[in-house]
């Protein structure tokens, strides 16, 4: 009997590994760093974000000069897509990064390459990357998005500056699925 541990503290016991289980499955989320004057710092470790897609809009279609001739690979900030396969909404803090990669350089006009798989397009070289992020606060005059260029080549800016609703903010909103943001080409978020 005196060996026996009361049920009380067994009960206890048994609450604490359950929320300690709840709350273990709750990423933690890395949100936006701003400089003192309000510049965005460079994301970070977006390479281990959740990888949501990669658009390729090549020069070969796009009479020579395509404005992005790389994969637009796109990642999303992990502990916010927790919340949005929840909720279904973009959570304050949400990050999207967009990082630019070349094709490894074409042997045809069209800019494609054989390689053992096949013909087509193979990625190569990163190249600078765009980035946004909601904040609805910060960013009301774009819709609640904020919008930012690392530059369009390596290695990527330290930091950013908002950019004008004129200069990207008007295009997302004009044809953006959901919340500015182009989930049609999301299959993981296009819900
Ligand atoms: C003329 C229209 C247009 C303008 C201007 C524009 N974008 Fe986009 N943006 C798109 C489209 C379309 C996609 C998705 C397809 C793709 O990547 O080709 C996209 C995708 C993105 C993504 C990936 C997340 C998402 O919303 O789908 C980011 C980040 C992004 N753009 C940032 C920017 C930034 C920063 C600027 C300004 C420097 C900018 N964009 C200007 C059309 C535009």
């Given at each position: 009997m005196s060996h026996r541990i009361p049920a009380i503290a067994l009960a206890l016991l048994v609450c604490a590994s359950f929320a300690a289980a709840a709350f273990a499955r709750t990423k933690p989320r890395y949100l936006p760093e701003y400089t003192a004057s309000g510049e965005l710092?460079?994301?970070k470790n977006f390479h281990e974000w959740i990888y949501v897609g990669s658009?390729?809009?090549?020069?070969?279609?796009?009479?020579?000069?395509a404005g992005f001739p790389e994969y637009h690979n796109v990642y999303m900030e992990?502990?916010?897509?927790?919340i949005y396969k929840k909720m279904k909404v973009f959570p304050e803090g949400t990050i999207l990064f967009k990082e630019l990669q070349?094709?490894?350089p074409g042997e045809n006009a069209d800019g494609s390459r054989k390689e053992p798989s096949g013909r087509g397009y193979f990625p190569g070289a990163f190249n600078g990357a765009d980035v946004t992020v909601?904040?609805?606060?910060r960013f009301a005059n774009t819709g609640g998005?904020?919008?930012f260029n690392f530059n369009h080549s390596e290695p990527k800016a330290p930091t950013a500056k908002v950019k004008a609703k004129e200069e990207c903010a008007f295009c997302h909103i004009a044809g953006a699925k959901k919340d500015e943001v182009w989930t049609q080409f999301y299959r993981l978020l296009d819900y």
């Open positions: 710092i460079l994301p658009p390729l809009t090549p020069n070969a279609l796009n009479d020579g000069k992990p502990g916010s897509y927790e070349l094709t490894v909601k904040d609805s606060k998005w904020g919008y």
